[in-house]
């Protein structure tokens, strides 16, 4: 575990045998299994790509690795977030990492901006909701890629959920986005069937 870090994600596995966690930390963190769980050995990456983090003091830079899936049978993705944490702000940057061959290399990409919530429907479509600038909770924009993350197109400006945690998309047009009850607003669930350039609150309770 990462001393002073934060909760461990759940692992996530793509068989019987290999499987990574990550967590929050002052450092990349992100541990894999090659035998079911049983041990476990720092998964290296490649640099975080972009510009370099503009947080300072440096020692307050921080990072989490979380989102972590699987899009087909022989794939495996982790976001990954720089910055620091100030009140209501997230972390500032995000990248997503992918392999394709257990990890023993991976392809880095810089997001459009700080990830709040990510899912793909197979290795090509994807969609990922972003912070607003500095990692701002108020301004959250829905992002689309249909060349396996190498780009992104924006294709909301205006979701308007905040506390957003779920993303579930279906096909290439159908999705749902979802969030429990935060102090005094109740939960939601809203659905898009163009992709996510428009989003419709369904009329359901949620306890």
């Known amino acids: 575990a990462c001393a002073g870090g934060g909760p461990i994600s759940e692992p996530v596995f793509l068989d019987a045998q290999t499987g990574w966690l990550g967590g929050f930390c002052d450092r990349v963190f992100l541990y894999a299994t090659r ?3 049983l041990s476990w050995a720092p998964q290296n990456l490649p640099a975080f ?14 990072y989490g690795v979380g989102f972590l899936s699987h899009p087909s049978t022989n794939e495996f993705v982790a976001f990954v977030h720089r910055g620091i944490t100030t009140g209501a702000n997230g972390l500032q940057d995000s990248a997503m990492y992918k392999s394709r061959d257990l990890g023993a290399s991976w392809n880095a990409v810089r997001l459009p901006a700080a990830l709040l919530a990510a899912d793909f429907i197979d290795s090509e479509h994807g969609w990922m909701i972003g912070l607003g600038p500095d990692g701002e909770l108020g301004h959250l924009s829905l992002y689309a890629t249909v060349d396996d993350g190498q780009s992104w197109r924006l294709r909301s400006g205006q979701v308007d959920y905040l506390f957003t945690r779920e993303l579930n998309f279906v096909d290439e047009t159908t999705g749902f986005i979802s969030s429990g009850p935060v102090k005094d607003k109740p939960g939601f669930l809203a659905r898009t069937t163009d992709s996510g350039a428009t989003w419709q609150p369904l009329s359901t309770t949620i306890n």
Request: net charge negative.
């Open 49 to 62: 790509p972009g510009p370099a983090s503009t947080v300072s003091p440096a020692a307050y830079l921080q």
């Open 35 to 37: 035998d079911g769980g």
